[in-house]
């Protein structure tokens, strides 16, 4: 979601402070609490990120550059397909901008936004 006016801007900036100090918070207490596997650690940081921003679902994608392509490592939330392992063109859709620019984003209706690939969600 790119913001409209200042409060969005202000309500997107809270929402990211709480998920970096939610992150910040793993870290430090990692040694107590942290999961028996990477894909268990990044789910839960997937699954808490999901919760602060109200999302349906989430997943965090990895670029693997020799391929140029992203490839779905966790996922929460999606009840109709498995999508890990799944890879997706780099250069498509929203998730493929986000890798290209480093900018992140929130969109809270993807079907408006232009970079949205219809395609690919199917």
Known sequence: MEPNNRSDQSAEDRL???LQQLVYAIELGSKTILPGSDDELLKSIVSAAARIFSAGAAAI???DEEEGSLIFRVEVGNKEAK???TRIPLEKGIAGYVAQTG???A?????QDMRFNLDFAK
């Open 107 to 111: 969109v809270s209706n993807v079907q």
């Open 103 to 105: 900018q992140a984003i």
């Open 83 to 85: 999508l890990i392992g």
């Open 16 to 18: 990211s402070s709480q």
């Open 61 to 63: 994608m990895l670029v």
